[in-house]
């Protein structure tokens, strides 16, 4: 892939708080008009990395272009370009749901005519026509959600941030967002957003797992499956209690996660066949059960490289 | 173009937003009102070493000694000695001094008739910790070596109180209260205004967006000069309503002096904004600036009277030059040009207080 291609090109991005170090020798290279999701726990140096990438925060070392906008030196020139939705709702609440976009397009220059036009067009393509006059304030969860999509994304930005989008919002509300996401990233915008939520990360085209600051996986959500280096084996076990300590007493085995009465266990690549170790140490314990090897879950993908990375930390 | 056109859409925005928020808005008002009301009567206090000048036409061993025994009190201190009354009037006029002491080319002939005074003291009664200062000195026991001067029925020296005839304390009050709310009002506004949007995560959505430092900051200024204009108004009509202070000087001097100040205090405020983090350090930094304002700008009491260190803090503060110009203005109808060391005073804290506040607004979050 030619690196013009690239919207985002970043090389080795670090951050520092102090002595905290909240993103280390990240490096991402996202092509124009994909969904990138960042995926990673609370604190794991995703909002950071998308302040860099927005020139909110300067790296503490590293490189970063943004549609080929240097991020440190030129980020007054990059804002015209990007839209940021941030974590928190950061419209006005004492602003009108109409005040509020009418203000962002003044801020961002929009002219005159334009502006009447684009503000009506988003008023009714995110359905808050009949919420123009209402306080931004008194607005539910995926109303505030859309509004700030809207703001965002009103001076139409080539390159759009959201950071953790869908915290505050139902499922539904949460189908709908992603569809609006998709339809703009069809247009030819390419998103980064940050989440948590399985599910969500699911449907990114491609995928950075972040954990304590660092990149641990990247790829499509099909590809990190299979990159993992371990098999699943699931369990549906009766006694599920006393199937996870039979799990948990078994050195081959990296990870065990109940869902339920299903147990999920990790078990490295190394093993030839895991199934059958599963069910002859099941058997040793008189637990019965089905037992059966499943495909990787993103979530595996995800419990996989975060584990292996604190066992590392620890060796280390 | 587009720099105005997003100075606007701020102006606009922080109007919006104060026109919902009820408690600020009746702060404007309220404020006024209240602080009007209830501040009937100064604080007293003595004085010493109040300026002062003189004219000698009598220049006599008697008038030496007058004089002499005057500068001994330590409650003036004469700094110029001019040729005529008209002279110390124009002092008095311009705020230079507070009391003018005139002896008459025939004051040896007036001390021993000893029917009439014999001298006058010039005071600037607008203040009325000075005009008691003034009435106090008339009762000195001069020591004169020749008669004993209790003889006399009309006493050595008359009074002459100028702009304040009537003695009231109120119109010392009233011009020195537009000083104090609006130091009050428009530091605090505009300290909490900027602090509030990082606080309610509005900043880091401004900061994304092209808005340039020096536009946010006067997009959010500009709303709060017609706020301060509107609570001049309030203070000055309703003193002049309720307890008849008059308005000696030009209108249009009242307005710049107003402006000036104004434009001060809210550089100050913002100032103060890029420092706090939140809105309740914001508040705590305005009190540490508004007490010794109260205190220390004359407003309480008489400049001349507080030790030269406190002096010298005062003249730091903006209130103290605002305190000099308004009642310049108001009360003796002094013009704004007569005053230019105040004038100036005002701008360069101004200036300095608006290239910290730009300097230190980062568009980063780091």
Not at chain 1, 31 to 41: A, D, K, S
Not at chain 1, 143 to 170: G, N
Request: net charge neutral; proline share 4%.
């Amino acid at each position: 892939m030619n690196d013009r291609d690239l919207v985002v090109n970043a090389q080795g991005l670090c951050r520092s708080f102090g002595p905290v170090k909240a993103v280390r020798d990240v490096s991402l290279a996202i092509p124009r008009g994909t969904i990138y999701g960042f995926l990673g726990p609370n604190g794991s140096g995703k909002s950071t990395t998308i302040r860099m990438l927005c020139g909110l925060l300067t790296p503490t070392s590293g490189e970063a272009r943004v549609l080929g906008l240097d991020v440190r030196t030129q980020s007054e020139k990059l804002k015209q370009q990007i839209g940021y939705m941030t974590q928190r709702f950061s419209l006005y609440e004492d602003l009108t749901v109409l005040e509020n976009l009418q203000f962002i397009a003044e801020v961002y220059a929009i002219a005159g005519k334009h502006r009447k036009t684009r503000v009506e067009q988003l008023l009714s393509d995110f359905d808050l026509q009949e919420k123009r006059r209402q306080r931004a304030a008194t607005l539910s969860g995926g109303q505030k959600q859309r509004l700030a999509l809207a703001a965002a994304i009103l001076h139409e930005p080539k390159m759009l941030f959201l950071d953790e989008p869908t915290s505050a919002v139902d499922p539904q509300n949460r189908r709908d967002f992603w569809e609006i996401l998709f339809g703009l990233a069809e247009q030819g915008t390419t998103i980064l957003v940050s989440t948590h939520y399985m599910d969500e990360a699911e449907r990114c085209h491609q995928l950075a797992i972040l954990h304590r600051g660092v990149k641990v996986a990247d790829g499509s959500p099909r590809d990190l499956g299979r990159q993992i280096g371990a098999s699943i084996v699931e369990i549906i076990a009766d006694d599920a209690n006393r199937a996870r300590i039979a799990m948990n007493d078994l050195s081959e085995v990296a990870s065990v996660t109940q869902l339920g009465v299903r147990l999920r266990v990790m078990i490295p690549d190394s093993i030839a066949q895991p199934a059958e170790l599963v069910r002859s140490a099941l058997q040793e314990k008189h637990i019965e059960g089905h037992v059966e090897q499943v495909p990787p879950s993103l979530e595996d993908v995800f419990v996989a490289v975060t584990e292996m990375r604190g066992q590392e930390e620890q060796a280390a | 173009m587009k720099s105005l056109l997003r100075i606007f859409a701020i102006m606009r925005k922080e109007l919006l937003q104060l026109s919902r928020d009820r408690l600020t808005f009746g702060m404007i008002v309220g404020i006024p009102l209240i602080q009007l009301t209830l501040f009937g009567y100064a604080i007293n206090t003595d004085v010493r070493n109040l300026r002062a000048a003189l004219v000698d036409q009598a220049d006599t061993h008697l008038s030496r000694q007058l004089i002499a025994d005057i500068n001994a009190s330590q409650v003036l201190v004469f700094r110029d000695r001019v040729d005529s009354p008209l002279q110390l009037e124009t002092l008095l006029d311009s705020g230079q001094i507070a009391i003018g002491l005139y002896i008459p080319p025939d004051f040896d002939r007036r001390v021993i008739e000893g029917d009439r005074q014999a001298a006058q003291l010039m005071v600037d009664g607008t203040d009325p910790i000075i005009l008691g200062v003034g009435q106090r000195l008339t009762s000195i026991a001069m020591g004169f070596d020749t008669q004993r001067r209790s003889a006399s029925p009309a006493g050595l020296l008359e009074v002459r109180n100028y702009y304040n005839p009537e003695r009231r304390s109120a119109v010392n009050i009233v011009p020195g209260l537009v000083g104090v709310i609006l130091t009050m009002t428009m530091v605090l506004f505009t300290a909490v205004a900027i602090v509030r949007e990082r606080e309610r995560g509005n900043l880091e959505l401004l900061i994304n967006t092209p808005v340039r430092t020096t536009e946010l900051m006067l997009g959010k200024i500009a709303p709060y000069v017609i706020i301060g204009l509107i609570q001049v108004v309030i203070i000055l009509g309703l003193g002049w309503l309720l307890f008849q202070v008059p308005l000696r000087g030009d209108r249009l001097d009242v307005l710049w002096a107003s402006l000036l100040f104004i434009a001060t205090n809210l550089s100050l405020g913002l100032f103060i904004s890029t420092s706090a983090t939140t809105q309740f350090q914001a508040m705590q930094m305005t009190f540490f600036i508004f007490l010794p304002s109260i205190l220390l700008s004359g407003f309480m009491f008489p400049f001349d009277g507080m030790p030269e260190i406190a002096r010298n803090i005062a003249e730091l503060l903006p209130l103290t030059h605002f305190n000099r110009l308004i009642r310049g203005i108001v009360l003796r109808g002094a013009d704004i040009q007569s005053m230019s060391r105040d004038v100036l005073a005002l701008l360069a804290i101004m200036t300095v207080m608006l290239t910290l506040a730009i300097r230190r607004f980062s568009k980063r979050l780091d």
